[in-house]
């Protein structure tokens, strides 16, 4: 029997090292063959090929080499290039994963074929229609013919929106799953004695959300806050391309640089990264994924947002949303060990791609029976 081509969607940082752990487990399997398909949303070596390197990933078997753009050129972009791979060789299932744009491109050029698309960290709501991910997320999951999701609140948001129960597959966290594959390589890299930081000594620090950078007067206040939180506790922050641009636009990056406590860091690789968390005080990101990954390790989490998509690492984890303007109060708390260390959700136990292939593979291989 001919093996089942699946579609691994890879477009940007946060969605390699979801892809990673099905890309593994998909090609020891011998009924299928799964293909990655990058679009090419990142492309800079920081933000892509450091990742492929670090989780092991081939090449991209497929390249769409879309870049950068607004919102509907970068959508439209990768829905044309991904419709004429799709029209010259169908796969049996396009996987997408996350909630970047080209999750949305790549599920509706899939679907306008009367194609199937299984959508991995489905049901995810933050209730903010302000923010691009949440639009990807609603518009994928309406189509979408099978959501597997990381938790119970995902699963309840779906059945909300009408979603048939037969759809939605409570697969567990795909993110821990590469935590647990690096984890050797993470707890041998020792990040912070490059940076001549502290184990337990030091914060982590991430920014990327337009509504936190883009705009001069809301990055300005967040530079204020974090300069001041670096006078007590030394703070590496891994500095986005986006945020990176309008630090210079606004003329505060070199108030960053001169400021006591502030390591500037380029984007770093996931075992680089998780090196320095799994050892960090706290963290302070605006991410989705690093709301999950503290959890699942009991670090203190501080996301500078208002909302989250992902409630589950609040009620149960270790993150927190924290204004801005209650950031110090909330860095006070936890330098005081006055910090929830939380637990780890269902399912978030590293053996989610395990599930997810032994769900395609019902699905594609179903027995013909027999006398
Ligand atoms: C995208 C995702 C976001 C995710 C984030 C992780 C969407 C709507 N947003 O946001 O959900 O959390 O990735 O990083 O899909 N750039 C580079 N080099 C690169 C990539 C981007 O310099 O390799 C610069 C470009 O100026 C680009 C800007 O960063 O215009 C933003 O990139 P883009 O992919 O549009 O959005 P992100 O902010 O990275």
């Not at 599930?355 to 013909?368: E, S």
């Amino acid at each position: 029997m001919p093996r089942a081509t699946i579609h691994l969607i890879a477009a940007a940082r946060p969605n390699f090292m979801k892809v990673a752990p099905l890309y593994h487990a998909l090609a020891a399997e011998d009924w299928c063959e799964p293909l990655i398909v990058h679009t090419g949303q990142h492309y800079d070596a920081n933000m892509s090929d450091a990742f492929f390197d670090d989780l092991g990933l081939p090449k991209p078997h497929i390249h769409l080499g879309v870049g950068s753009g607004t919102h509907a050129e970068q959508t439209a972009r990768v829905m044309v290039a991904y419709e004429k791979i799709l029209m010259e060789a169908p796969p049996a299932w396009t996987v997408v994963v996350g909630d970047v744009n080209s999750t949305m491109a790549c599920t509706v050029a899939a679907k306008k074929l009367c194609l199937n698309v299984a959508h991995l960290e489905a049901g995810l709501r933050s209730r903010d229609r302000k923010m691009p991910e949440e639009i990807n997320r609603l518009l994928t999951d309406v189509i979408a013919d099978l959501l597997w999701t990381p938790s119970p609140d995902a699963d309840e948001n779906l059945r909300h929106e009408g979603v048939p129960e037969e759809h939605i597959v409570r697969v567990g966290n795909i993110m821990i799953d590469s935590y647990e594959l690096m984890r050797p390589r993470i707890e041998a890299e020792r990040t912070y004695d490059s940076l001549g930081l502290t184990p337990g000594a030091y914060g982590v620090m991430t920014l990327h959300r337009p509504s936190n950078v883009d705009d001069k007067a809301v990055l300005g206040g967040l530079v204020d806050s974090l300069t001041a939180l670096a006078a007590d506790l030394p703070l590496v922050f891994a500095v986005h391309p986006r945020t990176h641009k309008n630090l210079d636009a606004f003329g505060l990056w070199s108030k960053l640089e001169a400021a006591p406590g502030i390591h500037l860091t380029e984007p770093m690789s996931y075992i680089r990264f998780m090196g320095l968390v799994r050892e960090a005080k706290m963290v302070v990101t605006d991410s989705g994924g690093i709301q999950e990954e503290t959890t699942y390790l009991g670090i203190p989490c501080l996301t500078l947002r208002d909302t989250t998509e992902r409630p589950i690492t609040v009620s149960q984890g270790s993150n927190r949303l924290v204004p801005p303007a209650e950031l110090a109060a909330a860095a006070a708390k936890v330098m005081a060990g006055d910090w929830p260390t939380g637990q780890k959700p269902d399912l978030w136990d590293g053996h989610t791609a395990p599930r997810i292939v032994a769900d395609l593979k019902g699905r594609l291989c179903v027995p013909t029976g027999g006398a």
